[in-house]
């Protein structure tokens, strides 16, 4: 024993092997910052040549996109309305859906229900995204056209109502681990006043979790916002500021994708505008979660 | 969806020979193919066979980029054929130049570029070069949205527009035929390069009108309804077909469709049998997909160009419109 801690404390090689694991740690940790900079820093360089054609005050204000045409206008406006029209869509789905599910999970499910239920969700996350596009298009546009026999071919619709689908995996699953990670002991003492499942679900456990619930919504406007391949299928690609789900409209995320299988060539006003958007596009992400952020900063319950 | 296609294609011609995998990992020989959508099903077919023919010893891959997105690759030598619906402009030339590639013109097939509504569309019969026109300039962007604008005889129901995207040649062909100017187009509209997504656009759409090359239509006879097209109000409406191509009553919207073969690609053993081998079955297969064979007078001419490797192109690279089959052989004779 006594001889294994002269060997403890002053072996070179230990202390150079415990140095290298520490700096191959950080650089790991570090790798995520640099690549999270060194984007940030690209688009932005790559956007500064965009605005130094096109003014931000057109930029935000002009109603129009049609950068690759005659008449090109630089609006980003009918695209922002796509994105955020298209995540509303699917929000009004996965919110309700994603936590009615994880309160069941949690708080009502038997145990086997649960086994069933979980790895199916899971499935369903796992869908790849290009299969849920052309489900919208060729399945559920159809189907709501025999609804509303007006609605066009692509719509914003049927592409946000599918998407919603989508994120109900990652809103349930994130809320159903910040309420059962709710103590027993307040649903124990909620019981003890009397109070019926339902009842502590919803005013006690709920309440609790709020901010674990929150970043479950964060998470699914995100991946609302930067879907693509849902909207490129079925919302139509076409610029259109519209605030009325039923039309064809083309998001941030359907432009960048339409532009760039075009090929355009390096440093042109159109390979800017990708940029452009794809900078707005982090923006708006980056809003939500700093809203976020401070929404489970104001609610965090502490036990 | 194509590329999946053409990925089901593939292991059908490597299961379909007899050695399998083995002999395709070995040869290697690929043949790279990009450009417009239009050309694209005749190239597939050519491609189809030429590896059937060779035993899958050479992997032939096709993208659709768009007639101006091909010659943009082809310019920067990633590709040894680029598929064009229009002839090569300027700009591309000088950038081709540029690069130091050379290239040989091979007209291969005449398409009827054709204007389509949904089969629930009751007051089309026909339209003017003028009504398309109103449609699609410029000025129209933002303004026209109803039917009703356009002829005041028309409902006045929402004018939903798809059609070919800025990096397509039909695209730019179109514009020039109805508009006046190659590229001259509102942008408000449904855009895409792959034309497949332009068919679902209008088979789904009641008040919907898109245009592309009339194979696309072929193909879907059932879902869409093709719209006679008269040059001038008044003149008597032709409606897309084989025969009124030929004949050339099919105006303004008919036109030459080609590859464009790098010269330096054709070094390439199996560029060059691929090269040949199109053309010698273009008649035939341009035929079943749907296409306007030229006169077999214009193959054995554009085979000649290939094989004295004779580079440059019958046209000025200024847009043309209406370039009739008789036109077309002149000028690929001279150059």
């Given at each position: 024993m006594s001889n294994g801690k002269s060997h403890l404390s002053h072996s070179p090689m230990r202390l150079a092997k415990e140095r290298l694991v520490e700096a191959i740690l950080f650089l790991a940790a570090f790798a995520s910052v640099a690549i999270t900079v060194a984007i940030v820093g690209i688009l932005l360089y790559e956007s500064l040549g965009f605005f130094r054609h096109v003014s931000i005050v057109e930029f935000l204000t002009d109603t129009q996109w049609t950068p690759l045409f005659d008449d090109a206008h630089y609006g980003i406006l009918p695209l922002a309305a796509g994105t955020l029209v298209t995540t509303g869509v699917a929000l009004a789905v996965a919110i309700p859906l994603g936590t009615i599910i994880a309160i069941y999970l949690s708080e009502f499910a038997p145990h086997k229900m649960r086994e069933i239920i979980k790895p199916f969700l899971e499935l369903l996350g796992a869908v790849p995204t290009v299969v849920y596009g052309y489900f919208a298009l060729i399945f559920v546009t159809p189907l709501l056209q025999k609804i509303m026999p007006d609605l066009s071919g692509f719509n914003m619709l049927s592409a946000g109502l599918v998407m919603g689908i989508m994120i109900i995996p990652y809103v349930s699953s994130v809320s159903e681990d910040a309420m059962r990670a709710v103590p027993m002991h307040m649903r124990e003492g909620s019981y003890a006043m009397g109070a019926t499942r339902f009842q502590t679900s919803v005013r006690v456990v709920t309440p609790a979790a709020f901010s674990g619930i929150a970043a479950a919504y964060i998470l699914g406007i995100s991946r609302a916002v930067g879907e693509t391949m849902v909207v490129a299928i079925a919302a139509g690609m076409q610029p259109n500021l519209t605030w009325d789900p039923t039309q064809p409209a083309a998001t941030i995320t359907a432009y960048i994708v339409q532009v760039s299988l075009g090929d355009l060539p390096h440093g042109s006003i159109g390979y800017q505008t990708i940029f452009a958007a794809g900078l707005t596009l982090m923006l708006i992400t980056l809003i939500f979660n700093i809203g976020g952020y401070l929404l489970t900063k104001r609610f965090r319950e502490v036990y | 969806m194509r590329k999946l296609m053409?990925?089901?294609?593939?292991?059908?011609?490597?299961?379909?020979?007899?050695?399998?995998?083995?002999?395709?990992?070995?040869?290697?020989?690929?043949?790279?193919?990009?450009?417009?959508?239009?050309?694209?099903?005749?190239?597939?077919?050519?491609?189809?066979?030429?590896?059937?023919?060779?035993?899958?010893?050479?992997?032939?891959?096709?993208?659709?980029?768009?007639?101006?997105?091909?010659?943009?690759?082809?310019?920067?030598?990633?590709?040894?054929?680029?598929?064009?619906?229009?002839?090569?402009?300027?700009?591309?030339?000088?950038?081709?130049?540029?690069?130091?590639?050379?290239?040989?013109?091979?007209?291969?097939?005449?398409?009827?570029?054709?204007?389509?509504?949904?089969?629930?569309?009751?007051?089309?019969?026909?339209?003017?070069?003028?009504?398309?026109?109103?449609?699609?300039?410029?000025?129209?962007?933002?303004?026209?949205?109803?039917?009703?604008?356009?002829?005041?005889?028309?409902?006045?129901?929402?004018?939903?527009?798809?059609?070919?995207?800025?990096?397509?040649?039909?695209?730019?062909?179109?514009?020039?035929?109805?508009?006046?100017?190659?590229?001259?187009?509102?942008?408000?509209?449904?855009?895409?390069?792959?034309?497949?997504?332009?068919?679902?656009?209008?088979?789904?759409?009641?008040?919907?009108?898109?245009?592309?090359?009339?194979?696309?239509?072929?193909?879907?006879?059932?879902?869409?309804?093709?719209?006679?097209?008269?040059?001038?109000?008044?003149?008597?409406?032709?409606?897309?077909?084989?025969?009124?191509?030929?004949?050339?009553?099919?105006?303004?919207?008919?036109?030459?469709?080609?590859?464009?073969?790098?010269?330096?690609?054709?070094?390439?053993?199996?560029?060059?049998?691929?090269?040949?081998?199109?053309?010698?079955?273009?008649?035939?297969?341009?035929?079943?997909?749907?296409?306007?064979?030229?006169?077999?007078?214009?193959?054995?001419?554009?085979?000649?160009?290939?094989?004295?490797?004779?580079?440059?192109?019958?046209?000025?690279?200024?847009?043309?419109?209406?370039?009739?089959?008789?036109?077309?052989?002149?000028?690929?004779?001279?150059?």
């Open positions: - | 053409i990925g089901v294609l593939l292991a059908a011609t490597v299961i379909a020979s007899p050695i399998g995998v083995q002999q395709v990992n070995a040869a290697g020989a690929v043949v790279k193919i990009d450009g417009s959508s239009t050309v694209y099903p005749i190239t597939e077919a050519v491609a189809e066979e030429f590896q059937a023919a060779t035993r899958g010893k050479v992997r032939v891959t096709i993208g659709v980029s768009g007639t101006g997105g091909g010659f943009k690759k082809f310019c920067r030598g990633e590709t040894d054929i680029s598929e064009a619906s229009r002839p090569i402009m300027k700009k591309e030339m000088e950038a081709c130049k540029k690069a130091g590639i050379q290239y040989v013109e091979l007209p291969v097939a005449y398409d009827a570029l054709t204007v389509v509504v949904n089969p629930q569309n009751n007051w089309i019969k026909s339209l003017t070069v003028d009504e398309l026109k109103k449609m699609w300039e410029p000025a129209a962007q933002g303004k026209v949205t109803t039917w009703k604008q356009v002829n005041p005889a028309w409902p006045d129901v929402p004018l939903k527009l798809f059609g070919a995207g800025a990096d397509s040649g039909t695209f730019d062909y179109f514009t020039e035929a109805v508009v006046g100017k190659a590229k001259s187009s509102r942008g408000d509209y449904t855009a895409s390069e792959d034309d497949n997504v332009l068919v679902q656009g209008v088979s789904m759409d009641k008040s919907a009108l898109g245009f592309f090359g009339y194979a696309y239509y072929a193909e879907n006879a059932k879902k869409l309804k093709a719209v006679p097209i008269a040059a001038k109000a008044g003149a008597t409406p032709v409606a897309p077909s084989i025969d009124t191509v030929k004949s050339g009553a099919y105006q303004p919207l008919a036109r030459p469709i080609f590859i464009y073969v790098s010269a330096k690609s054709l070094e390439k053993p199996e560029v060059r049998e691929f090269a040949e081998f199109y053309l010698k079955n273009a008649a035939t297969l341009s035929e079943e997909v749907k296409y306007v064979p030229l006169p077999d007078k214009a193959y054995v001419m554009a085979l000649d160009n290939l094989k004295a490797k004779k580079t440059g192109t019958g046209f000025g690279g200024i847009p043309e419109v209406g370039v009739s089959v008789e036109d077309l052989l002149k000028r690929e004779g001279k150059h």
